[in-house]
């Protein structure tokens, strides 16, 4: 958007720490957002065109949508799974649902070849018609509730459905050429398809009418005449639920001119709403959205003392916000900057970082735009400049990696931890350095240790030699140049934090990309692996006049 207005940035330093991170909320800009703001724009439909469940939920079922030049299909699958075999772990072998979004519309011999694949999931096989695999499990205790409710003509308690949050949760919603689906390359310039992860949140969207579907079906089965179907205004607090765990957390650390990306166009959307005059219009959308996620906080559950923790502190403080604006609204072409001055002075980093979030809601005309520049071509930023002289790589050093440059790495809880990939499932762990003998197997996700090791091995060569000469000596280094270069040009690519110390928290990480996605209602359930809930309030593919409304989120 030529001649915009914006405020500076918000520096690297202050950004990328993982406290903050961890803190990051779901916005405008999350991914599922912009897909479905996407699918409005392109006049795309959705319906289904197969429902093959029997009376004891066991069956498949197709669902499609249908764009200018192209459509997609979700295959789902039922099973019938015994309690003793649900689990959300990644190591399960068997699940109550199971999924692949098919790239067109598949033929009866394409649904008999996934019929024996997909319920298998990893051990099965899949081909590049396929662009995403994916499993969910029931909740056990919801599912059957609402059933049951359904069935005897009654409608569920909402505060039960907003609580929850969603009747299934997905385990794994696996893409990008991962056990022979669709490589990410082929399907990248597809307008519908361009932003990042948009095949797997439409995959977790037609999952989502699937599951109020299937509790609409056995409520009729089990109650004939009499069932009733899930009412509207209750179906919209149906989310998607989802367990992730470690196997996402090194995204972040392997991913950096991406990563620098999305917070990018996160942190150039807050510079141009600071930037922007007060409007009626916009400040009525301010209110009602804050208020909105007031009432979200109150009912925000989970049993981890960390997010309690933070739970407890964000309600007091969007009170406060809430009472600062009605004592000193924001008024006139600085109004907003004003606000957020006033919160980056006096909340704290989880509510600073919702109320980033909410000053975007009101203004999606501002900031919307973002949204399709949040991919990158990452071959093209992968080549190391070999000219560059040793001395300017140890200036970016000395700019970009004070925070590793200033940490003690002879410490022990300087690198208590270590990173590798599992033998049995191929996904990433977290290891105790001390008490784990697993150094000859770690992976070089330890950035900070790598750029200061790196630095020191520079300092024994002149300031005009070549980065070329230096790795033709010093192979090992390749990735720590690569990685500095890199981020001397992406600001935001680099977390500045150790991701290998004692008291580091994978749960930042995930909780971090998972903003992005578009997750509300984090639940760790440990320090390394948490339960969020997708779509929670959105339109459904039966309601494609409210897909480009977009003023969805945290109203349940």
Same mark, same amino acid.
């Not at 899949?126 to 995403?132: H, K, P, Q």
């Not at 069935?151 to 609580?163: H, K, R, T, V």
């Not at 205004?233 to 001119?257: E, K, Q």
């Not at 599992?422 to 762990?429: M, T, V």
């Given at each position: 958007?030529?001649?915009?207005?914006?405020?500076?940035?918000?520096?690297?330093?202050?950004?990328?720490?993982?406290?903050?991170?961890?803190?990051?909320?779901?916005?405008?800009?999350?991914?599922?957002?912009?897909?479905?703001?996407?699918?409005?724009?392109?006049?795309?439909?959705?319906?289904?065109?197969?429902?093959?469940?029997?009376?004891?939920?066991?069956?498949?079922?197709?669902?499609?949508?249908?764009?200018?030049?192209?459509?997609?299909?979700?295959?789902?699958?039922?099973?019938?799974?015994?309690?003793?075999?649900?689990?959300?772990?990644?190591?399960?072998?068997?699940?109550?649902?199971?999924?692949?979004?098919?790239?067109?519309?598949?033929?009866?011999?394409?649904?008999?070849?996934?019929?024996?694949?997909?319920?298998?999931?990893?051990?099965?096989?899949?081909?590049?018609?396929?662009?995403?695999?994916?499993?969910?499990?029931?909740?056990?205790?919801?599912?059957?509730?609402?059933?049951?409710?359904?069935?005897?003509?009654?409608?569920?308690?909402?505060?039960?459905?907003?609580?929850?949050?969603?009747?299934?949760?997905?385990?794994?919603?696996?893409?990008?050429?991962?056990?022979?689906?669709?490589?990410?390359?082929?399907?990248?310039?597809?307008?519908?398809?361009?932003?990042?992860?948009?095949?797997?949140?439409?995959?977790?969207?037609?999952?989502?009418?699937?599951?109020?579907?299937?509790?609409?079906?056995?409520?009729?089965?089990?109650?004939?005449?009499?069932?009733?179907?899930?009412?509207?205004?209750?179906?919209?607090?149906?989310?998607?639920?989802?367990?992730?765990?470690?196997?996402?957390?090194?995204?972040?650390?392997?991913?950096?001119?991406?990563?620098?990306?999305?917070?990018?166009?996160?942190?150039?959307?807050?510079?141009?709403?600071?930037?922007?005059?007060?409007?009626?219009?916009?400040?009525?959308?301010?209110?009602?959205?804050?208020?909105?996620?007031?009432?979200?906080?109150?009912?925000?559950?989970?049993?981890?003392?960390?997010?309690?923790?933070?739970?407890?502190?964000?309600?007091?403080?969007?009170?406060?916000?809430?009472?600062?604006?009605?004592?000193?609204?924001?008024?006139?072409?600085?109004?907003?900057?004003?606000?957020?001055?006033?919160?980056?002075?006096?909340?704290?980093?989880?509510?600073?970082?919702?109320?980033?979030?909410?000053?975007?809601?009101?203004?999606?005309?501002?900031?919307?735009?973002?949204?399709?520049?949040?991919?990158?071509?990452?071959?093209?930023?992968? !080549?190391? $400049?070999? &000219?560059?002289?040793?001395? *300017?790589?140890?200036?970016? +050093? %000395?700019?970009?990696? #004070?925070?590793?440059?200033?940490?003690?790495?002879?410490?022990?809880?300087?690198?208590?931890?270590?990173?590798?990939?599992?033998?049995?499932?191929?996904?990433?762990?977290?290891?105790?350095?001390?008490?784990?003998?697993?150094?000859?197997?770690?992976?070089?996700?330890?950035?900070?240790?790598?750029?200061? !090791?790196? $630095?020191? &091995?520079?300092?024994?060569? *002149?300031?005009?030699?070549? +980065? %070329?000469?230096?790795? #033709?000596?010093?192979?090992?280094?390749?990735?720590?140049?690569?990685?500095?270069?890199?981020?001397?040009?992406?600001?935001?690519?680099?977390?500045?934090?150790?991701?290998?110390?004692?008291?580091?928290?994978?749960?930042?990480?995930?909780?971090?990309?998972?903003?992005?996605?578009?997750?509300?209602?984090?639940?760790?359930?440990?320090?390394?692996?948490?339960?969020?809930?997708?779509?929670?309030? %959105?339109?459904?593919? #039966?309601?494609?006049?409210?897909?480009?409304?977009?003023?969805?989120?945290?109203?349940?």
């Amino acid at each position: 958007m030529d001649g915009i207005q914006q405020t500076g940035l918000r520096p690297p330093s202050e950004v990328m720490r993982l406290d903050r991170m961890g803190c990051f909320h779901a916005s405008r800009l999350s991914f599922l957002r912009a897909m479905l703001r996407r699918l409005a724009r392109d006049g795309w439909q959705a319906d289904r065109p197969v429902w093959q469940i029997d009376d004891h939920g066991v069956g498949h079922a197709v669902y499609r949508v249908r764009g200018p030049e192209r459509s997609y299909s979700l295959v789902a699958f039922a099973h019938e799974l015994p309690d003793h075999m649900r689990s959300d772990r990644v190591i399960a072998e068997a699940w109550d649902s199971t999924f692949a979004l098919f790239d067109g519309e598949p033929d009866a011999a394409d649904i008999a070849r996934l019929e024996k694949n997909v319920p298998l999931q990893e051990a099965g096989r899949v081909t590049g018609r396929e662009l995403t695999l994916s499993r969910a499990n029931r909740s056990v205790r919801l599912f059957k509730s609402v059933v049951e409710t359904l069935a005897a003509g009654g409608q569920p308690d909402a505060d039960d459905l907003a609580a929850t949050g969603y009747l299934m949760r997905t385990t794994a919603v696996y893409g990008s050429a991962k056990f022979g689906l669709c490589d990410r390359e082929a399907i990248a310039d597809r307008p519908e398809l361009s932003g990042p992860f948009r095949a797997e949140m439409l995959t977790v969207w037609l999952i989502r009418a699937f599951t109020v579907d299937l509790v609409d079906h056995l409520a009729r089965v089990a109650g004939g005449a009499n069932a009733a179907r899930l009412a509207p205004d209750l179906r919209r607090r149906v989310g998607v639920g989802n367990s992730t765990g470690l196997g996402m957390a090194p995204y972040l650390i392997n991913h950096p001119a991406l990563i620098h990306r999305w917070v990018l166009a996160r942190e150039t959307a807050l510079a141009r709403v600071r930037a922007a005059p007060v409007t009626d219009r916009a400040l009525a959308g301010f209110r009602d959205v804050l208020a909105r996620a007031r009432h979200h906080v109150a009912g925000w559950r989970t049993d981890h003392a960390n997010q309690q923790a933070r739970i407890a502190g964000l309600g007091p403080d969007l009170d406060g916000l809430i009472a600062h604006l009605d004592m000193q609204p924001p008024a006139g072409t600085d109004g907003w900057d004003l606000l957020w001055r006033w919160g980056a002075d006096t909340l704290d980093l989880e509510a600073q970082e919702m109320l980033l979030s909410l000053m975007l809601e009101p203004h999606g005309d501002l900031v919307d735009d973002l949204a399709d520049q949040m991919a990158v071509d990452e071959e093209q930023v992968f !080549a190391i $400049d070999g &000219a560059q002289p040793v001395g *300017a790589l140890r200036r970016q +050093i %000395a700019a970009l990696y #004070d925070w590793a440059l200033s940490c003690d790495w002879q410490a022990p809880e300087a690198t208590a931890r270590l990173w590798y990939v599992s033998e049995e499932k191929l996904e990433p762990r977290l290891a105790e350095r001390a008490s784990e003998p697993l150094g000859a197997y770690e992976q070089p996700l330890a950035p900070g240790r790598d750029i200061a !090791a790196l $630095d020191k &091995a520079l300092a024994a060569w *002149a300031e005009e030699q070549s +980065i %070329a000469g230096f790795l #033709d000596d010093n192979p090992r280094h390749r990735h720590a140049v690569r990685r500095c270069q890199m981020a001397a040009k992406n600001d935001y690519a680099e977390i500045r934090d150790n991701t290998i110390a004692a008291k580091m928290l994978p749960i930042d990480l995930l909780r971090a990309k998972l903003s992005f996605f578009g997750a509300t209602g984090f639940d760790p359930r440990s320090d390394r692996w948490v339960r969020i809930t997708l779509f929670q309030g %959105a339109p459904y593919p #039966d309601e494609p006049a409210d897909w480009a409304a977009d003023d969805w989120m945290w109203r349940t």
